[in-house]
């Protein structure tokens, strides 16, 4: 379908793209992944003919319909409603429809009757029989109540016009689909409801992506486009995740041999070029040296620029860590955002608030985190509480014309010395080049980074993040899965991942146009108890629910006490593992050094045979490592719930 041919673009001086070779055959599920810039965009540009390339071409076979969300969509008139925009998901087809009813009063004329068939067969064949059943179905999905569709489109916010966007593409049933961070302006439920309809999609799809949930269940195969190239591997997220790896191990090495041997050329030509006798030997290296730099191995951007996120030790606080007792809220007086909300948050839980968006999730962060006092009932932290807030718009908690130096300076606690902070800087991945640029110009991964130091330096025991993934590439959503997982303080958060909620959250929060309701486990078993909900099971009481959050931590203690002495056992496996990865690549370094500087008798079969031995050895070592702590992982999860 399409055959990308060794195509580069170049952005002045910057190479975005360069010699990208690939082919996306009809049928495809494609996840294209990479870091923030590394040009995944660029591919959809080029696809769409909105952007050409500076070399190569792209071959696109047949004339597929495609299927892509324009990034500022915008009504044909003023009067254009939320469901007439929808429709309009399939170019022409309107303009066929009408030519079809003014063709229906004169079927007699032969020649109209032909041409009336020629447009019944293409209109049906579009889906345009149903496409307004499919429009209402997407809107529904993605959040719409029944009577927005009718309201005016300019009516509606940036972030719900993009669902509008999305549903009509999604409903005209495209050949090939182009999706660019789909879940970007979508909530849990609504992520949820998009995945299902994508798995039923059976064109050709390619989904650029950071959500782990949605690459893991719709996608097979894997682009990874990371420093100016593209690499096609036949695999879902979880092989693609361990294949690049192993690659990566291999890259590495390699380039650590190229720089080694470009080293030792330099300094012969260094310091035999001004000799007569040695002059054309060094001028024969410095050719090698020049064809060494046109064939430089590049390490994946993900490697060289990724930071370091960290969370402080939680001061001691109360049990009960934030309290809301029939809360209410409204920005206008007039309105409410939400009424009669009560919920509670003890020590050590980590809450992911969940729900369709403008249902005020955003709005009892800020109430938690004391920015905001509700208009009516009550909002209370627990004694000691120190709430630690990470807003999904940074600007709000991070000034953007302020410098990475002095933003972090203003969290800074009383008593820290300017060498113990200008250490904690370069631990989060801030040099000196850094840390004079306005917050504004850093990326989202930089901006998290900045947003976490703070939070560290401010020691908080309570978390309260809202949309803390969004800005993250699929490395950074692990780093801070990773860093949440393992904090011993409380966690309030808002996310559209469901992997990261699934790793995080140990309860749930949910918020529909009904009520709140408090789920005291996992978001699989929230949607288990859904699930029942809407199956005609009701939830059970409220006094059920607190006896049940009782005894799953009584379970919890139980379980860690049991698990102790495996947890020993997988840590010493983690430990040989470790040596034993160790050992290897330190026989692979050497093997390859014969390798790549041979002298007069080597033998290279058996360095080859060596080289094997080594790399069989180090993907064995390895599987074991993350096999134990995988299990490790799990074990401790389900000790602590």
């Not at 113990?420 to 850093?442: I, T």
């Not at 009701?538 to 495996?566: F, G, H, M, T, Y």
Request: net charge negative; glycine share 8%; charged share 30%.
């Amino acid at each position: 379908m399409l055959d990308f041919r060794n195509i580069s673009v170049h952005y002045g001086h910057q190479d975005v793209l360069s010699g990208v070779t690939f082919r996306v055959n009809k049928g495809d599920r494609i996840g294209v992944v990479g870091p923030n810039g590394s040009g995944k965009s660029t591919l959809f540009k080029i696809v769409l003919g909105e952007m050409s390339t500076d070399s190569g071409e792209l071959i696109v076979e047949g004339s597929p319909r495609i299927g892509f969300t324009r990034q500022n969509p915008e009504p044909d008139s003023p009067e254009e409603t939320l469901l007439e925009y929808s429709l309009r998901g399939i170019p022409g087809l309107s303009e066929m429809e009408a030519e079809m009813q003014e063709l229906e009063s004169d079927l007699a004329d032969p020649a109209k009757m032909k041409r009336y068939g020629e447009l019944q067969s293409k209109f049906e064949h579009l889906g345009g029989y149903d496409i307004e059943t499919r429009v209402k179905v997407a809107l529904g999905g993605l959040g719409f109540a029944t009577d927005e569709f009718l309201k005016p489109f300019r009516t509606f916010s940036g972030g719900w016009r993009m669902r509008a966007e999305l549903s009509r593409v999604l409903a005209s049933k495209p050949d090939l689909l182009l999706l660019d961070e789909p879940s970007n302006y979508l909530d849990l439920p609504a992520v949820d409801w998009l995945q299902k309809f994508l798995k039923a999609y059976d064109g050709t799809l390619m989904l650029i992506s950071h959500d782990r949930y949605l690459l893991r269940t719709l996608t097979s195969i894997t682009v990874e486009v990371d420093a100016g190239t593209a690499t096609r591997y036949e695999g879902d997220l979880d092989w693609y995740l361990t294949e690049r790896e192993v690659r990566y191990q291999h890259l590495k090495a390699a380039k650590e041999n190229q720089d080694r041997h470009r080293e030792q050329l330099q300094r012969f030509v260094d310091r035999f070029r001004s000799q007569a006798t040695k002059a054309a030997q060094a001028q024969s290296r410095q050719k090698i040296i020049d064809k060494i730099d046109a064939e430089k191995i590049v390490l994946p951007k993900r490697y060289t620029q990724s930071g370091r996120l960290r969370l402080a030790e939680p001061p001691p606080c109360s049990v009960d860590v934030f309290r809301c007792e029939e809360a209410s809220f409204s920005y206008d007086g007039v309105k409410n955002v939400f009424s009669g909300v009560s919920f509670e948050v003890a020590r050590g839980d980590k809450i992911a608030l969940v729900g369709y968006n403008g249902l005020g999730k955003t709005t009892l962060m800020r109430l938690a985190a004391g920015t905001r006092a509700p208009t009516a009932g009550r909002a209370v932290l627990g004694h000691n509480v120190v709430p630690g807030y990470l807003s999904q718009e940074f600007a709000e908690t991070i000034p953007p014309d302020v410098s990475v130096y002095r933003n972090a300076k203003n969290a800074i606690p009383p008593g820290m010395n300017e060498k113990n902070f200008r250490n904690l800087l370069g631990a989060f991945g801030f040099d000196e080049n850094d840390v004079e640029k306005p917050a504004g110009v850093l990326s989202g991964g930089e901006k998290i980074r900045l947003a976490f130091l703070r939070l560290f330096l401010a020691s908080p025991n309570f978390l309260l993040l809202d949309e803390p993934t969004t800005h993250l590439d699929l490395d950074g959503r692990k780093l801070l899965q990773d860093a949440l997982a393992a904090y011993k303080g409380t966690v309030l958060l808002v996310s559209h991942d469901i992997d990261f909620v699934r790793a995080v959250a140990t309860g749930i929060v949910e918020i529909t146009r009904e009520g709140v309701s408090q789920f005291p486990g996992s978001y699989d078993y929230y949607c288990e108890k859904k699930a029942e909900r809407e199956a005609g099971r009701p939830d059970a009481a409220r006094q059920e629910r607190v006896s049940e959050k009782k005894e799953l931590r009584r379970q919890r203690a139980a379980e860690r006490a049991k698990i102790a002495p495996l947890v020993k056992k997988l840590k010493e496996r983690i430990e040989t593992a470790e040596k034993k990865t160790a050992e290897y690549e330190a026989e692979l370094e050497d093997a390859s050094a014969g390798l790549f500087n041979p002298v007069p008798g080597t033998d290279f079969a058996e360095l080859n045979r060596r080289v094997r031995l080594a790399q069989t050895e180090i993907d064995r070592w390895t599987a074991e490592w993350e096999a134990a702590s995988l299990e490790l992982e799990e074990l401790k999860n389900g000790g602590e719930g």
